[in-house]
């Protein structure tokens, strides 16, 4: 048999009390603090001039009906904002004319926009002449924090992300909730939220029963578990193998049964009430996948607060039980299981406790949000999960809405689709997988190899190591911009030649404007570029913004509400979206405004190096909230 001995078993777990009327685990200690007084330093949202711009209209408008919105215009329209007001033209055409007033006169001190009625439309656009300087001045001013805000200083989110299982591979499907995970909780703190990732690993329940059963069956029949570096992979066989086994034994069997399965979950059974042999098997299983998750979150660049497995919650099933039970919440069926009572007769009632009084994952879910409760007192809890999980979030948030009452925070699922390869659907139980160790080597590797070639071709001399660490952030880049680029709800098929390509809408394509501007920068000279910036004085910014130049100062003056937006509709599509945009206009900028050319003058080269400088600066601030490396050099 394999030697795990050693390995001490699981602690017991000290237990407090709550309001709730529940005992709960006391707060293990935390993986990283989070920066509270950085996000007290954090000002106000309308700081910025388009925020409160918006502010200042959207007061005007909502002041003349409460039913009138401030719109953004539609894209044939050349405006930035319509006030669709048709019933309030119709009712009382003065009232119309009044409210036309009273939006130019809001705008009488800067002069920031012009207002136009095109019959029930009033059109407002935005000068961009006017605010360029401006937005300017606040980019350079505000540095890495432009894009921040304290709106929402006091909240405190917690976001339950990634999730992977224990004796397995982190697998492609992990990836979203990872990856979209770490951009919330950055943006979530961009608005000055006290956002906490918690980790919440698979680390207990009947397929930790199977895989006990079948380690003793046969974990000497496994050469990769007698290998330090392979034993998780030893393990994901182990998994494969019984299961393989328990579908054959149901195809055979008259009455679909499996004895197999049943000895997997009497196996788990046993760690439930404490066994000491599977409790070391559980304790060596789990060291070894923590450490092999460690490595793919060190190359994602992923870290969490906490990370806090279903098996912290075990000790409290009885809580649970009684908890529920003894509010009415819960009642048992004729089979013997406890299931909840939903708040509509509509709604399937979760089972909480098997037959046998074994737990499930709904069991341990209802103890982690008590928990979260007492630890945390947060506003919010997001569950980055996959869609197919929606009916069961929704038994779950209704039995915990029902048992806190009052005391319940919004409980909020963050769906999100499917992510394949073009070879089709995985499958943890049938061996069909594509690990996320080699998706992210495979992207390296085509990434290295881009690099390569394309600074050959360049004539540019670097070391390997850097090349190296280049092509590692490029491909982290890449799949990280794939993923958040497309709307969560939607089905992903990866394409290799699509999320490496550094012309189209990709991360590389990021990464290569952002590298782009630092080398046009490094080439003005230090001096030159600080002499430039250092005042944030954007007075001489004299540069027609009729075209191009105007939709990027406008671009870089939205992104304090596209940072906002992202955060309360929980969307970091629209930050990946605007700084596509964003890219995509600067290198257009790049093509019809020379710079360093001998033939541009002193005036144009420092106002066109103070809007790079500028661009450049909420370029690195977006990719940064996306997670996204930013090389300076590709």
């Known amino acids: 048999m394999i030697d795990h001995d050693g390995i001490d078993p699981v602690d017991e777990i000290e237990l407090v009390d709550t309001e709730l ?71 009382d055409p003065e009232a119309f004319n009044h409210l036309l007033e009273s939006i130019s006169e809001a705008d009488d001190e800067q002069g920031c926009f012009e207002v136009v009625a095109e019959g029930p439309f009033i059109n407002i656009k935005i000068k961009r002449d006017v605010i360029a300087p401006w937005v300017i001045e606040e980019v350079l001013a505000e540095g890495d924090n432009y894009g921040k805000n304290g709106a929402d200083l006091g909240r405190t989110v917690v976001l339950d992300v990634s999730s992977p299982n224990i004796a397995k591979q982190m697998h492609l499907g992990h990836l979203r909730s990872t990856v979209i995970g770490e951009a919330m909780t950055r943006i979530l703190r961009a608005n000055g939220v006290n956002a906490i990732r918690d980790n919440h690993l698979g680390d207990w329940g009947t397929q930790f029963g199977m895989l006990g059963h079948a380690f003793e069956l046969w974990g000497d029949e496994i050469p990769e578990l007698k290998n330090p570096s392979t034993q998780v992979t030893g393990l994901l066989k182990l998994y494969v193998k019984i299961n393989q086994e328990v579908l054959a034994e149901k195809e055979s069997s008259a009455d679909g049964e499996s004895p197999l399965e049943d000895a997997g979950r009497a196996w788990f059974t046993r760690l439930e009430e404490g066994d000491p042999a599977a409790k070391r098997l559980w304790q060596w299983t789990y060291n070894l996948s923590r450490a092999e998750f460690e490595e793919v979150y060190q190359r994602l660049g992923v870290e969490f607060e906490y990370t806090l497995g279903e098996s912290l919650y075990s000790h409290i099933n009885s809580e649970v039980f009684r908890a529920f039970v003894d509010r009415g919440l819960a009642a048992e069926d004729d089979k013997g299981r406890l299931k909840l009572v939903p708040s509509d007769e509509k709604m399937h009632a979760l089972t909480i406790r098997k037959s046998d009084g074994s737990s499930l994952y709904g069991t341990r879910d209802l103890a982690c949000l008590a928990s979260r409760l007492h630890w945390f007192d947060p506003n919010e809890v997001i569950y980055a999960v996959g869609a197919e999980q929606t009916d069961y979030f929704k038994q779950v948030f209704d039995g915990f809405s029902q048992f806190a009452g009052d005391e319940t925070p919004e409980l909020t699922h963050l769906a999100f689709g499917p992510i394949e390869l073009p070879d089709g659907k995985m499958s943890t139980r049938k061996g069909r997988v594509v690990f996320l160790s080699e998706v992210l080597d495979e992207a390296h590797s085509q990434a290295l190899d881009r690099v390569t070639s394309n600074m050959e071709r360049r004539g540019i001399e670097i070391d390997d190591e850097h090349i190296d660490q280049v092509a590692w952030d490029i491909a982290v880049g890449a799949i990280i911009y794939y993923d958040l680029k497309q709307p969560a709800g939607r089905k992903i098929v990866f394409d290799w030649d699509e999320a490496l390509n550094f012309q189209g809408n990709s991360g590389p394509f990021l990464q290569y404007t952002n590298a782009r501007i630092n080398a046009l920068l490094e080439k003005a000279g230090d001096a030159e570029v600080e002499a430039v910036t ?100 590709i």
């Open 21 to 91: 009327g529940m005992k709960v685990p006391a707060l293990p200690e935390a993986d990283i603090a989070v920066d509270l007084h950085e996000l007290e330093q954090l000002a106000p949202y309308n700081r910025y001039l388009l925020p409160s711009l918006q502010q200042d209209l959207e007061a005007v408008v909502s002041s003349a009906g409460p039913n009138l919105p401030l719109l953004p215009a539609k894209s044939e329209i050349d405006a930035d904002y319509a006030v669709p007001a048709h019933r309030l033209l119709a009712a």
């Open 534 to 633: 250092s005042s944030t004085d954007a007075s001489y910014f004299k540069e027609d913004t009729s075209g191009v130049v105007g939709d990027l100062t406008m671009l870089m003056a939205e992104f304090p509400v596209v940072v906002r937006r992202a955060g309360t509709t929980h969307n970091p599509t629209l930050v990946a979206e605007h700084l596509y945009k964003l890219a995509h206009n600067f290198n257009s900028f790049y093509r019809d405004y020379p710079i360093l050319s001998p033939d541009t003058s002193e005036d144009d080269r420092r106002s066109r190096l103070l809007l790079t400088a500028a661009a450049s600066q909420v370029l690195k601030n977006g990719l940064k909230l996306l997670n996204i490396p930013a090389p300076d050099r």
